[in-house]
Each structure stands twice: as C-alpha cells, then as structure tokens.
C-alpha cells in the first residue's frame, strides 16, 4: 500500500511563470537571481541567509552595488546578479526619460533618481538637463559631500547647463538619514540657482530629494 503524498510545494521559478513575479516573495525572488546565474543548489536558503544579514532589501540593494566593486569578498559572487539587475532598471529608466517629455512621465525621472541615489551612504547632487521639448539631454552628479553635507556652486551648475544647451533642468540631491523633508537651506539653495539660471533663460522644473523609502517633489510641493 502506498502513502500519499502531500502536495508538492511550487518552486519560486515556477511560481513565477505561473503567477508572475508579483507573487514571489523577496527571498523567492532573490533566490531565482541566484539559480539561474548558477549560485550553488539551495538558492532559495541563500536568499533568506543575505536577507537575513542585510535586514532588509534596500539594504542588500546598497550591499551588492558596493561589494561587487573592486577586489571580490565573499558574497560578491552571490550579489552580483542583483548589481546587474539594478543597472538593467537603470539603464531601462535612462531610456524612457530620454525618449519622453519628462513632465507627461515623471515617473521615469522620479525612478530613475531614486535607483541611482537612495542606497548612496553620502549626500551627492545630480542634474537632469532638459532640451527645449523637456526630453533628457544627460543626468549628471556634480557634487559629491558627506553624510550631512554637499557644496554646490551655481556657477558650476550654469556652466555645465549651457555646455548641454540646455533649456531646463531637474535639480536632485539625497538625504542619507532617510528623511526627505526639505530643509530651509535646500529651500533657498533651489531658489539661488533658479534664480542664476533664469538669466541665461533655462529653467528649473523641479527640485528633488531622495531617501531610502520616498522621493519628494518641490513642485509638487508648490516650493518652486
């Protein structure tokens, strides 16, 4: 007589096909990077073992951009598949925007910032330069600071709009301590290069501010 066998539970790739990807979990979806880059058999226990030390996914995010830089550790095998989706997304938004009007499809904008500065452990000041039809001509980080702290020079920021040909701009910068609130400094800071570039007739279309779980809008906010 035989025993009858429960029923076998879906594995996360076949659950993907069947039901998209939605329906995975972090550790499922995670554990299908590593499968089919070849990473060892139990994928899915090494999933659940970097979620596990990283504490969270914007954590691991952050973690495999940055260990897979320079000489290999020993989880930068394992993370490099997630570094090379994160560039994919990147490289896919960066497309977007530069096919669209970035006022009818901010999103592509607002994404595209947030993967390139949320996991940054420095505050760092990025530039999105418009043409005259608002499709991206270039995004670019111009100043780099510290945990608290970025210097930027309106000079710089005019220069580098009119070697572009510019015709407006997006202004971004992050806030490594997570919180997104403009401060009066980011306030009059928007204020004084919007008022250096408005003389050489470019203007600035929005001003925002990255943290790890949000990203703000100053037009949104009616700041500009």
């Not at 076998?8 to 329906?23: D, I, K």
């Not at 000489?71 to 490099?80: E, G, I, M, Q, T």
């Not at 203007?203 to 906010?221: G, N, P, Y």
Request: charged share 20%.
């Amino acid at each position: 007589m035989s025993m009858a066998s429960g029923p076998v539970e879906e594995r996360p790739r076949e659950r993907l096909w069947a039901r998209g990807a939605a329906s995975l979990s972090d550790a499922e979806l995670l554990a299908v990077l590593l499968r089919a880059s070849g990473r060892g058999q139990d994928a899915l226990g090494s999933a659940h073992a970097l979620l596990a030390r990283f504490g969270r996914v914007s954590r691991l995010l952050a973690a495999a951009e940055g260990e897979c830089r320079g000489s290999p550790r020993v989880d930068s095998h394992r993370l490099a598949p997630v570094a090379a989706v994160m560039e994919l997304a990147r490289r896919a938004l960066s497309e977007e925007m530069q096919a669209r009007d970035s006022l009818t499809s901010p999103g592509a904008v607002r994404g595209y910032l947030r993967l390139k500065m949320q996991h940054l452990a420095h505050e760092a000041f990025y530039c999105v330069f418009l043409d005259a039809q608002n499709r991206v001509i270039a995004a670019e980080e111009l100043f780099r600071g510290t945990l608290t702290q970025t210097s930027v020079y309106p000079r710089e920021v005019v220069k580098h709009a009119l070697a572009h040909n510019a015709a407006a701009l997006i202004l971004a910068h992050n806030h490594p301590s997570g919180v997104a609130e403009p401060s009066l400094q980011d306030q009059a800071l928007t204020r004084t290069l919007a008022e250096a570039l408005a003389l050489v007739d470019i203007k600035v279309l929005d001003h925002f501010i990255v943290a790890q779980s949000t990203c703000l809008s100053f037009a949104e906010r009616g700041l500009i």
